[in-house]
Structure formats: structure tokens, C-alpha cells
């Protein structure tokens, strides 16, 4: 059980250059996000998804795009990077519902630098 | 989005009990109180969940308020290991809402 695996760990991208983040899980869970993490900043919400099919935008959606084909795999694009999304990217997941106690998931981070 | 207030800092030294406070004034019926802690360079990773009663595991007690307008997560004797943010977050019975964590409070162990 490999849990939430994200990659790459690092990444630097020139601006206007696109990518994607790639986000897996072997868990089953449901409910799979992205969060984004500036210096001394806490977890801002870029989409979240509720299942295969589904997707929805969180706090800081522009700029990114995601899709959930499996539920499995939940990948981030980024369109054209720009300085200003410099940062660390968290994926999360869990199960809906309350059993098994939807608690919460994360990978260990992409470091992702625009120069 | 129910939201959650923190303290941005708190300081404990090592071996004392630490009691890490949330406020969640607008918190519905069926939300469930969530607590996740994020160590240097890594993700965030679970402390304690509950819903009315308090509840303890082997890393922290939560105390949770009759009204439920509040929570304490307890950390009962901190380490320089505990040293990192603390999240409290609310999440729906059903969990399909978005996730909103709050910038957290920062936890500084003293030796």
C-alpha cells in the first residue's frame, strides 16, 4: 500500500513552459485534492474532486487545470507557469462518508520552481 | 465553508503538556472536527478527529466544547519531535466539500 504518491519531487520550469503534476493513490479513496503551499504560508486549495468524472475548482483555481479519468489518478496541468506559481504542491485523498472515518491523506510534495 | 480560527504561534517547553485551542463558532450538526499537523518539509499528516464526545489516541486528546463552538487538541507531554503547524479543519459527514485549511498554528518545543 503505497498510499498518495506524487510526482515529480522537483521540478523547475521556465516561464510560459507547461507540465503536469502527477498525483496516484492505491487506497480506493473517493475524494482527491490539490493544495498549493508558499513559503510560511499555510494550504491553499487549487481543485478537488469527488470521484471519477468529477471535478471543482477550490480557492485558487487559475492557471491549472485537472481532470479524473480514474480514480486512481488525479494529474495537475499547469498551462503556461508563470514566476507566481513557484511553490510546493500537496496532493490529498481520502474515503467519503464517515466510515471509514474519512480522514485525510497527503503526498510528500512537488517542489515545482518557475524561473 | 465553516470556518476555523487558530492562534498563529505558540510556545511550550519540552516535557509540558500543550493545549493548542480552535474556534469554530459556525460549525453545523454533522461536521466533523478534524486536527492534522505538518512537520518541516513534509505533508501534512493526521492527529485526531471528532464529532461530540472527546476523544484521545496515542498521539494527542481532543477536547471538544459542549456547544461545539470550540476544541482543544491536547498534546499531553511535548516533544522537540511536536515542533510543527497545527491545522484544525471541519469536514462533513458526507465529505464531499472542499477541504479550506487555515494558515494553522505553529507549535515551537523548547528544550
Redesign the interface.
Known amino acids: 500500500n503505497a498510499g498518495v504518491t506524487q510526482t515529480p519531487k522537483f521540478q523547475v520550469l521556465k516561464t510560459g513552459q507547461s507540465m503536469t503534476l502527477q498525483c496516484a493513490q492505491d487506497m480506493n479513496h473517493?475524494?482527491m485534492?490539490w493544495?498549493r503551499q508558499d513559503p510560511g504560508?499555510?494550504?491553499?486549495?487549487i481543485h478537488?474532486s469527488?470521484g471519477a468524472g468529477i471535478t471543482?475548482q477550490?480557492?485558487v483555481p487559475n492557471g491549472y487545470n485537472v481532470s479524473r479519468s480514474t480514480t486512481e489518478d488525479f494529474p495537475l496541468r499547469l498551462l503556461s507557469a508563470a514566476p507566481s506559481q513557484t511553490s510546493v504542491y500537496?496532493c490529498?485523498s481520502?474515503?467519503?462518508?464517515?466510515s471509514p472515518?474519512?480522514?485525510?491523506?497527503?503526498?510528500?510534495?512537488s517542489w515545482l520552481t518557475v524561473v | 465553508d465553516a470556518k476555523t480560527t487558530q492562534p498563529n504561534s505558540m510556545e511550550s517547553n519540552e516535557e509540558e503538556p500543550v493545549h493548542l485551542p480552535c474556534n469554530h463558532s459556525t460549525i453545523s450538526g454533522t461536521d466533523y472536527i478534524h486536527w492534522y499537523r505538518q512537520l518541516p518539509s513534509q505533508g501534512p499528516e493526521y492527529v485526531i478527529h471528532g464529532l461530540t464526545s472527546n476523544v484521545n489516541n496515542r498521539m494527542a486528546s481532543l477536547a471538544i466544547a459542549e456547544d461545539r463552538k470550540s476544541s482543544t487538541l491536547i498534546l499531553h507531554r511535548a516533544t522537540l519531535r511536536d515542533a510543527a503547524v497545527y491545522y484544525c479543519i471541519l469536514r462533513t459527514a458526507s465529505g464531499n466539500t472542499p477541504l479550506v485549511f487555515g494558515k494553522g498554528t505553529r507549535l515551537s518545543v523548547i528544550a
Open positions: 473517493e475524494y485534492s493544495y504560508m499555510g494550504l491553499r486549495l478537488y469527488v471543482d477550490g480557492e500537496f490529498a481520502s474515503y467519503l462518508g464517515v472515518g474519512n480522514t485525510i491523506y497527503f503526498g510528500e510534495g
